[in-house]
């Protein structure tokens, strides 16, 4: 089993480039603005379960620092999907910054941001910080990677 660290703030944005100038983000209090060029040993799809739902190869098996755990996957077809009690369900997302993504649920309503994401797939483990709209809150996670069996 591969660990990946993965840290998720999730505020409102969109996905878009890997630029820093951007304002996909929403509210910048909570978004990492870092460019790309400045981080140029982390790509998104670095931490992505597969091309779509239906063909996933992985998903995150998350603990945040409340002691609660929870299931996420990223898509590379910007879905995704988690067990987290306030996202709970499908979502689509949206990069807005290089460590950074926003996501709204499937009627396009925004739910938050992941951000300060680190590790990847191939490390098997992630961090991240996740910060949702509805709570209002931020929690820092630690994910283990997860391999499907196909």
């Known amino acids: 089993m591969k660990k990946i660290l993965i840290i998720i703030t999730i505020a409102f944005g969109t996905i878009g480039g890997c630029g820093g100038d951007s304002d996909e983000c929403g509210i910048s209090l909570f978004c990492d603005l870092t460019r790309c060029s400045d981080v140029t ?3 998104i799809l670095d931490i992505t379960n597969g091309p779509n739902a239906q063909e996933a190869n992985s998903f995150w098996n998350c603990t945040n620092d409340l002691n609660e755990e929870y299931e996420l996957s990223i898509f590379a077809d910007k879905t995704g999907e988690s067990t987290e009690m306030d996202i709970n369900g499908p979502f689509l ?26 590790g990847s797939s ?17 929690r820092t996670a630690t994910c283990d990677l997860v391999l499907l069996v196909q």
């Open 41 to 43: 040993d982390f790509k």
């Open 93 to 118: 997302w949206s990069q807005c910054g290089c460590r950074s993504i926003r996501i709204k649920d499937l009627d396009n309503f925004g739910l938050g941001q992941i951000r300060n994401i680190q």
């Open 122 to 138: 191939d490390e098997g483990i992630s961090t991240h910080i996740l910060s949702l709209d509805a709570t209002i809150g931020t």
